[in-house]
């Protein structure tokens, strides 16, 4: 499947330091999106990126795609303790249906 | 503005017993989905729907059935439940486009004994 994995499974940091997961998926892709879902809660959408983009910002939220590796990476910079929560990317498949596929998430608490 | 609403958050059933999830949007969006998320297992899709009187189905759709009768309504109905059905489901709807970011309810936990 098309399955984009999130690398690492868990991530435990001080607050004030920067986070860094990574997404890999297999095949071609249209757009790659970040997720974040609190405990008990639903997720919520943090940044999209499309194919034809390298790098996007929101706030302290930088989303790099480097199609050549098949890659994305998602850096938090000076994180709080309110970015405890899990971390998804959901990837598009281009050429098909785009139904976006998540991965199995990245754990990242962060530690006051 | 609720955004999406799934009723009701937990629910307790014994195997063979039938219910129905209930997902409501009120952003006017063509596209719903219903999701489960086991530990480790991520998001699967189990059945989605593109406009009101359409649905199809996901990657794990089997002991599932869904409707959307409304355009803001889009149900999940277990038939015969079974432990395996054990998980936490979720709604999210997108726009009009299955490309477009897409918002969730706060999930529903159910739990087949």
């Known amino acids: 499947s098309q399955q984009g994995e999130e690398d690492p499974q868990a991530l435990s940091i001080q607050e004030g330091e920067n986070a860094t997961m990574n997404c890999s998926y297999k095949?071609?892709?249209?757009?790659l999106q970040w997720y974040r879902q609190n405990s008990g809660r639903g997720l919520v959408h943090l940044i999209l990126i499309r194919s034809n983009e390298r790098e996007k910002h929101s706030g302290r939220l930088r989303v790099t795609l480097d199609t050549s590796k098949k890659s994305s990476s998602l850096l938090i910079t000076a994180s709080r303790a309110a970015d405890t929560a899990s971390y998804f990317c959901a990837t598009a498949a281009s050429g098909g249906s785009y139904i976006p596929t998540f991965g199995r998430g990245t754990s990242l608490i962060v530690h006051p | 503005n609720a955004g999406v609403t799934q009723t009701p958050k937990f629910r307790v059933l014994k195997t063979g017993q039938s219910m129905t999830l209930l997902c409501a949007q009120d952003?006017?969006?063509?596209?719903m989905y219903w999701y489960r998320q086991d530990p480790g297992m991520g998001l699967r899709l189990i059945h989605y729907s593109v406009g009101e009187g359409t649905t199809a189905k996901g990657e794990v759709p089997d002991g599932y059935n869904v409707s959307r009768l409304k355009k803001q309504n889009f149900l999940l109905g277990l038939e015969s439940a079974a432990p395996s059905q054990t998980s936490v489901y979720f709604c999210?709807?997108?726009?009009?486009?299955?490309?477009?970011?897409?918002?969730f309810g706060d999930g529903t936990r159910l739990s087949i004994l």
């Open positions: 999210a709807s997108s726009q009009d486009s299955h490309r477009q970011p897409q918002h």
């Open positions: 095949t071609s892709i249209n757009n």
């Open positions: 952003m006017n969006h063509e596209y």
